[in-house]
């Protein structure tokens, strides 16, 4: 049974450019998550889906951000321009609707922007 | 205010040793999940157990215990007989089930070290 699959594993890009993170929830699940995580800042939602559609993106950080889903078994988060304070491991996560079932985590987007 | 508070920072024990992770919640909630997160040094994030607010039954699972008291707001995590491969950084979570809430706010994580 596959788990949540993120791409890339590592991203390393020049300030500017922009900065496509992908995933792959664990199918069925009805809920995605966008995480990212810093030294600075720990473990902080970004944004989070609920059959495709977009519920809170209040922790996005600004407009540069943008995340997409625009299936059930696919989701985007995008940098344009990115900047080297972007730079993060950015968490995917799915969980079904069943109770307040468990966040399972992809194992992560490593950003670096230089 | 911080919801999860993880006063340790880093633990270091020596194999074998039984070592205890603290966790402290903060909600108005009265129902809540409670939850316990391993980051490997691989850095996936693998999940352990979640709780009800409503269960405050320990919880034990081979090496691993769960003790739940609402009374102090604590969720601790204790490790007997430790090894090796228990070296990780424990986040504890906690999640609010207020209508339309579905956030999972994280305590600052525990590296924990165990020293052959």
């Known amino acids: 049974d596959a788990g949540v699959i993120q791409s890339p594993r590592h991203e390393v890009t020049e300030m500017g450019q922009e900065v496509t993170l992908r995933c792959k929830p664990i199918s069925g699940h009805d809920y995605l998550f966008w995480y990212r995580q810093t030294m600075m800042r720990g473990l902080e939602l970004l944004i989070y889906f609920n059959n495709n559609v977009p519920i809170d993106d209040s922790g996005m950080p600004e407009d540069r951000f943008s995340a997409k889903m625009p299936n059930a078994s696919f989701s985007t988060l995008k940098i344009q321009p990115s900047e080297p304070r972007d730079s993060a491991v950015y968490f995917c996560a799915s969980r079904s609707a069943v109770g307040n079932s468990p966040l399972h985590f992809g194992n992560g987007t490593r950003l670096t922007v230089t | 205010a911080q919801k999860v508070t993880q006063a340790q920072t880093e633990i270091s024990v020596v194999e074998k040793e039984d070592v205890t992770l603290d966790c402290v919640y903060e909600t108005r909630d009265t129902t809540y999940y409670l939850f316990w997160y391993k980051q490997p040094p691989s850095g996936e994030l693998v999940f352990l157990i979640r709780?009800?607010?409503?269960?405050?039954q320990n919880e034990i699972s081979g090496r691993y215990s769960w003790n739940f008291q609402k009374s102090t707001s604590s969720f601790n995590f204790t490790i007997t007989a430790s090894q090796v491969v228990d070296s990780a950084v424990y986040f504890c979570?906690?999640?609010?089930?207020?209508?339309?809430?579905?956030?999972?706010?994280f305590g600052t994580g525990t590296r924990l070290t165990v020293i052959p």
């Open positions: 709780r009800n607010s409503f269960d405050e």
């Open positions: 979570a906690l999640s609010e089930v207020v209508a339309g809430a579905n956030n999972l706010f």
